[in-house]
């Protein structure tokens, strides 16, 4: 029998990879470890197959490449296909993808013709040691509960994962591997879906995933016009507005400024929290930061509990207080 | 033309409460409402409605009192809906409820063919948005996700253009019809239902399905057709750092402000 594999997809969006690939490769080396196995990234695209060696570097032993014109950019159609006819033929044990815009719908859309199970945003991924089973654990409905599920019998096991919440291991060009290159059946007539054009954001938008510092306000603040209070500690740091969700079904900040899970996964150095309870949906996404710092009026707020330094206060005192000892050490 | 809106009932996820000794969900007494991400997928289906004329057609899976929403949809101008309730259905995935869910599309196209099926992002109360990509394979037809808006439709070349959302930007995607589309809240605004519809709306009798309607091997169905399975539901981990409590030895907010200004000042964030 071969050994058991673990099938990484290497997100690529108009011929740039996506670093949460080697974010997934780094686990999935770990779990191959684990169970006796080989990791295999899979690329797809079209004038890709240079790329593939990258993949090596961050820890697979194989690279499965379909280059094809049909495969330019991303259609569920299209990749759907080619993906689970090359993972029908080699039946990977295990298989990860990124919960991005693309991740998500390929796996809810692989899954189907393969007959897997698939857990979406997972925070947690191992072996068990007993059974050898995927053990994929995430938060669950409503919020406080952490849900783990696997998958006894249908292959491969599928589970997506947020971006940011692994470590890239480090780059080793030192590592090689093989290169499998597949085909794919379906021909450009067979698609039903056809690219008109891509319109780029503008360069002002927030990237809260990248930002080194962030501020971020829950329901505490009240209402939009108190967001002040929090938008100007963040410009005298020099950092990004973030928020809970409740500010954003409310619309006072726009979707790109929230943080957890259905929000974004942000790894900052410094993340300071006012008016935020901490629920374990904000909290996957924010517990990456170096230092954090929370400020919350009720002493039992959740939040506080994962703070670096906590603030048992109003935020309406507390907040611009920091403003302003920070802006009269700058000024200094 | 036909349009139909998969709409899914959800516990209204604002109201759940865990029970602290337990660790377990309680869930009595928290109100039912339809998925908010399915509500504008029936916005855009109603729109195109209004403007080509469709008829529009509502398949919600889940136990008999979720006829309510389908009623709601009514309210708002669906033509009709069927309920899917069945025990077989009861405990189903993802994987379960795609297929079910596509069984009973595919009776539906039986009548009348279809056109547009649309889906939410995804649904509150797992937020997997694994469903409509799931059906799309099923059907094995064109499926474009992340919907905010249909631009044009033209019902000669049987064609939709619509802008998706993705993390950088808007994809503008031709598909042809058939086509699955799951929609995202940016989409558009929900409308008010006028009141005579309302009341309408409630002496409307949805015709429900149950397993044996709908061609379907129930060996797909419910937990049995389910290969996932939840190993255990624990509360969540409290990560085991130190917190120092400012407040326990400090109360000006001049000097709590000082002492966290040095801490950012020594993570070297005030370059
Ligand atoms: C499937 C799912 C996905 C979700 N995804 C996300 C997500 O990605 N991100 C997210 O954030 N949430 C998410 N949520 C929602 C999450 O469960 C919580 O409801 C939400 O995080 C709560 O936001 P909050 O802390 O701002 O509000 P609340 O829980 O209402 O907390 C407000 C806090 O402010 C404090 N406060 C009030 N006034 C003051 C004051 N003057 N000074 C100081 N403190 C004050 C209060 O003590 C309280 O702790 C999700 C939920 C579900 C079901
Ligand atoms: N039980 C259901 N009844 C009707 N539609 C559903 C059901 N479950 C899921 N859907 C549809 O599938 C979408 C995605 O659901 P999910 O993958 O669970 O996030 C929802 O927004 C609905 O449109």
Redesign the interface.
Known sequence: MSQPAVWILIEQ?DGVIADVSWELMGKGRELADDLGGEVAGILVGHNIKDQAKEAFYYGADKVYVIDDPTLEYYR??AY?HAISDIAKKHKPEIFLMAA???G??????????L???????CTVLEIDPETKLL?QTR????????????????RPQMASVRPRLLPIPERDEKRTGTVIEEKTSLQETDI??????????EGATVNIEDA??VVAGGRGIGNADNLKVIEELANA?GGTVGCSRPLVDAGILPHAHQVG??GHTIRP??YIGAGISGA?HH?VGM?GA??T?VINKDPDAAL??????????NLF??VP??T???KA??GA | MRLVVCLKQV?D?SE???DPIK???VRAGVPSIANPYDMHALEEALRLKDKYGARVSILTMGPPQATDVIKRAVSLGADDGVLLSDRAFAGS???AT??ILAQAIRKMGEEEAIDVVFCGKMAI??????????I???LD??????VVGVRSLDKDKKTV?VER????????????MP?LLTVNKEANDIRYAALPALIESIKYEVPVWTAEDVQLDLAQCGLKG??????????????D???????DTISD??Q??????D???E????A
């Open positions: 969006n569920t159609q759907a991005t815009s693309l998500r719908d390929l796996s809810g859309a692989i899954a189907t013709p007959g897997a199970g698939l857990t979406a945003d053990h938060p669950a409905f409503g919020g406080n509960i952490m849900a783990t599920i696997y998958c006894q019998i249908a039903k879906t056809r690219r008109v054009e891509f319109i780029p954001d080194e510092c740091l899970m259905s150095k410094l374990i909290v517990e170096d230092l710092i506080l509990r994962v703070a670096d330094y906590g603030v048992v206060g005192d507390i207080a920091i302003k000892e920070i050490r700058k | 516990p996820a759940v409460k865990i660790g377990t969900m995935d993802t994987l795609s297929y109360d797992g937020d997997t948005a694994q469903v409509g990509p799931g799309g394979s099923r037809c064109a499926v474009t996700t992340y253009v959302r993705l993390e950088r930007g808007v994809e503008v995607v031709e598909a042809d086509v389910s290969p996932t399975q939840v190993k255990k539901i624990f509360p969540p981990p409290q990560k750092i130190e917190t120092v409590m400012v407040t907010p001049a709590i402000a000082k002492l966290l200004v801490k950012i000042e993570a070297g964030m005030l």
